[in-house]
């Protein structure tokens, strides 16, 4: 009973709180709270919102309140609407406009002197971007912004009006298709053995996990909304992207961040982030919510991040992972449960208020990422003219050190291996917010003229950290050779030999994984420039005669032999060099029979795809197969698979026609009468063979292909089918099908995890995500069309030993790791292990083949310069 009393005080006395304070906004009592939009309290056990759920729900507190504005900015993959809502005070609410100016003239810094920066900052507002959900299974950030929404525009806490007054916050889910796929998977799954089963499918429509590896790359539509709107449109002073899981036991992990930290930053971002990270462990502290971590497990020298991508644009950006159970259902925590470190509550600098374990239910994960929300909020509504101006401090401090230091410039010729990948750099550049420009006027620098149209990126703009940062080669920290540098938080002597692993990529150098020839300017650089919203490449001319010709070296060639298969058109693949009409090429020349194919035709496949497109008079005299529409299988199984979505991704974009095949399909056999060609994305043998366990799932997603599969796939390749593997799929085809290859690296790669405090025993051979050297055979099918030498990126990869008594007669190596320096960008230990060995190999087997390309030729849709591998291989499988 006195419960019951208590629970109705609690509801009137803060009614009439409100009541009072409410005088200037009427509308207090009419905002509906999410129980009576949703039908339920968000963050109650066992619900879970959709991403429908929560858009109606921002519209529901947009029709009552004046404080709240929802905007659209582009769409999913899936197709969805994606939204933001403004939040903050109604008098700013009426000066947006106003406040983008300002934010976008502090950002670009240029033309603007210290005193103008400095009354912009005074007058302006500190713009917040703050998503959760970028990975959908973290479900109680997204969930917490629903009742983040409520609680900023209703609370008359003088925090919240601090908060309302001088931020203006914008709130947005960046995986909307990710959030409802996880409401429609758990929902009916409740009170079912399997209430808390890992979804048998990627939380979007591609590429799963990896949705916040991609921003430099902007190839998701909802990476460039975001980009969009941060770089080219609001120009926030801070970005805050949520994630779980906090390491055990800790409750939330929040910045500062591990090492080793990006040497390419301004020391202000760098201490912005710590200063935003202290401020939020300052905040739960005081309310009394124990459990907050820093400094270890994460670390953002990558750039590919949402959140350390936009660092170089002088947002400080940053992360939390808070803890999660599962899904919306509560989970009570003991003590044995503990790692055993944690057991006896050391309190620490980075960790003050140890958890002590008990329940935890999806409300406490969205208390405390809302929490930390606020944390961050009111730290920028404190130092609002303090950032405002910081911003353009910082921008002003870039534009200057690039004037009297180099690079001064990048310099891209249009002559380039491959013109229409090296536009789509640049493109992309111009898309992220960087000033790109064309000459007018040839110009000399280091000695060499340029023509006039070469593109030109000059150094001093405010955001060319950025450029720097993934135009260079990353020469990633030796942690054994600064063993005292960064505050012990990391003791090398206790892992003799080791390594710090980065926590993704350690070399991502971008003109190197796409193929891109780019030149730094090392003296200051004088030529007559004109600045493109667009990056064009040059081409597009056909050339009329006998055949036309192909040059097999531009990815865009993929688009049009596949435009030209499903139109009708003869494609043939040259298998030897040859020349006409006095010019020479070389094999892998696409030769389209001119009566194949009409001569508009080719030339609207010219122009979009901006081939040159040659022609001979006469038939050429080179050996050629002739291409048809490969059938293309690409497996996937109940695991989700990055690999395999963004394989999937990369086949679409090049329009190649494939079938997604399951276990099913596999186990049943006969696929030698359905398709050429059975693509094995980057995965485990065991996850392949047998899938997800008994008991652990619902029964229709548990198994894998089986022993019955693996059969199939020996009989399917014995019959003359082409099998490709990729990466870790490569050891299918090396344990399951006999090839006659070895694993070159078995034993020698590290094992344990970096949130342990490193491998676990000395690793002799590590290569975290880097660019390597590597030699091409051009003349094998595989490689039609790559260059002798180019780099290659090694990412969770392996490399082959060709068994001696195959040597010379069985597997052809067609991508080898050459024998002097192997290291072109990031981290690689144990470089002996990879010299001389086979990177990509294409073994026969009975009437067909296994190509085995052990290296990362697609990983992520960035390595544009070795796409041609895995393309190559669909043609040569399915090629007559
Ligand atoms: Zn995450």
Redesign the pocket.
């Known amino acids: 009973m006195i419960r019951k009393r208590l629970c109705v005080l609690k509801v009137i006395i803060p009614s009439i709180i409100i009541l009072l304070i409410g005088l200037g906004s009427s509308f207090a009592q009419k905002v509906p709270t999410t129980e009576e939009v949703l039908g339920f309290k968000v963050g109650a056990d066992y619900h879970l919102a959709t991403y429908e759920q929560a858009v109606e729900y921002f519209k529901a507190l947009e029709k009552a309140s004046p404080r709240i504005k929802v905007f659209e900015m582009g769409k999913t993959e899936m197709g969805k609407t994606m939204i933001y809502a403004v939040i903050t005070s109604e008098e700013n609410m009426g000066k947006l406009d106003r406040y983008k100016e300002i934010s976008k003239r502090l950002a670009l810094a240029k033309g603007l002197t210290d005193e103008e920066a400095r009354s912009l900052a005074a007058e302006g507002k500190a713009i917040v971007l703050i998503g959760a959900g ?2 959908a299974g ?1 479900c109680a950030p997204a969930q917490g912004h629903i009742q983040f929404a409520y609680d900023l525009v209703t609370s008359e806490d003088a925090q919240y009006r601090l908060i309302r007054e001088n931020t203006i916050l914008l709130l947005y889910f960046p995986n909307p298709d990710g959030m409802t796929m996880l409401a429609d998977w758990y929902l009916p799954n409740l009170g079912t053995p399997y209430e808390v089963s890992g979804m048998p499918w990627l939380y979007n429509k591609y590429v799963g ?1 990896d949705d ?1 590896r991609d921003s430099y790359m902007n190839n998701l539509k909802e990476i460039q909304s975001i980009t969009r709107i941060v770089n080219r449109e609001w120009f926030p002073v801070i970005l805050y992207d949520h ?2 899981t906090a390491p055990f036991p800790a409750r939330i992990w929040i910045p500062p961040a591990a090492e080793p930290t990006n040497p390419n930053l301004h020391p202000l971002f760098i201490r912005g982030k710590s200063l935003i990270g202290c401020a939020m462990g300052y905040i739960f502290d005081r309310e009394g919510k124990p459990g907050a971590i820093s400094r270890f497990a994460f670390d953002f020298i990558y750039p590919g991040y949402e959140d350390s991508f936009c660092d170089y644009f002088n947002v400080i950006s940053i992360m939390t992972e808070t803890a999660h159970y599962r899904y919306a259902t509560p989970h009570f925590y003991t003590l044995d449960e503990f790692p055993a470190a944690y057991r006896d509550f050391i309190v620490s600098v980075f960790y003050p208020s140890p958890w002590k374990g008990g329940w935890w239910r999806l409300k406490d994960g969205m208390e405390y990422a809302n929490t930390a929300s606020r944390g961050v909020l009111h730290t920028a509504a404190v130092y609002r003219e303090m950032f405002l101006y910081d911003r353009y401090q910082m921008g002003r401090d870039t534009i200057a050190k690039f004037k009297k230091e180099p690079p001064y410039a990048w310099i891209i010729p249009q002559d380039q291996w491959d013109p229409p990948v090296a536009a789509r750099m640049l493109d992309n550049l111009v898309f992220s917010g960087i000033e790109v420009y064309k000459a007018k006027e040839s110009f000399v620098s280091g000695g060499i003229t340029y023509p006039a149209g070469t593109w030109v990126i000059p150094m001093d703009q405010a955001f060319s950290r950025f450029v720097k940062a993934i135009f260079e080669e990353q020469v990633y920290p030796d942690l054994v050779k600064y063993p005292t540098l960064w505050q012990g938080i990391v003791r090398p002597q206790s892992f003799p030999g080791a390594y710090l692993p980065p926590y993704d990529m350690a070399g991502w150098t971008l003109p190197y994984q796409m193929g891109v020839k780019v030149l730094a300017a090392n003296a200051p650089l004088e030529a007559k420039l004109e600045s493109l919203t667009k990056v064009v490449p040059p081409g597009g001319r056909v050339e009329g005669g006998y055949a036309y010709l192909i040059s097999s070296r531009t990815n865009n060639s993929f688009i049009a032999v596949n435009r030209i298969l499903k139109k009708g058109g003869q494609v043939l693949w040259t298998q030897d060099s040859f020349s006409a009409g006095g010019k020479s090429y070389p094999a892998g020349t696409l030769v389209v029979p001119s009566g194949s194919v009409s001569s508009s035709f080719m030339e609207s496949v010219a122009k979009e795809l901006y081939l040159d497109i040659g022609a001979t008079g006469s038939g050429v005299t080179a050996k050629t197969y002739k291409l048809k529409v490969p059938r293309i299988a690409l497996y996937k199984s109940w695991i989700g698979n990055s690999d395999e979505g963004w394989t999937r991704w990369l086949f679409e974009k090049y329009e190649f026609p494939f079938t997604n095949i399951y276990d099913a399909e596999v186990r049943a056999g006969d696929l030698g009468k359905k398709y050429d060609v059975l693509v094995i994305p980057s995965s485990g043998t065991d996850a392949i063979v047998n899938g997800n366990r008994q008991g652990t799932i619902a029964p229709q997603y548990v198994g894998g292909i089986t022993e019955a599969g693996v059969r199939n796939i020996k009989e399917f390749v014995e019959g003359g089918g082409t099998l490709v593997t990729l990466r870790q799929g490569c050891m299918f085809a090396i344990e399951k099908l006999g090839v006659p290859v070895k694993d070159a690296l078995a034993g020698l790669q590290p094992t344990g995890r970096r949130e342990e405090g490193g491998p676990s025993e000395p690793a002799k051979f590590a290569c975290p995500g880097s660019l390597l050297r590597m030699e091409f055979n051009s003349k094998h099918p595989v490689a039609y069309g790559m260059p002798s030498e180019a780099p290659g990126m090694f990412y969770g990869g392996t490399a082959f030993d060709i068994l001696s008594s195959f040597e010379g007669k069985g597997p052809v190596v067609v991508a080898k790791y050459p024998g002097g320096d192997l290291l072109m960008s990031g981290w690689l230990l144990g470089e002996k292990y990879l010299q001389n060995k086979a990177a990509a190999v294409d073994v026969p087997v009975g009437k067909g083949r296994v190509i085995l390309l052990g290296f990362a030729t697609q990983n992520r849709a960035q390595p544009h310069g070795t796409f041609k591998l895995l393309f190559n291989s669909l043609y040569y499988g399915a090629a007559q």
Do not use: L
Request: proline content about 0%; aromatic content about 0%.
């Open positions: 970028m990975h973290e996990h916040n994630h779980q």
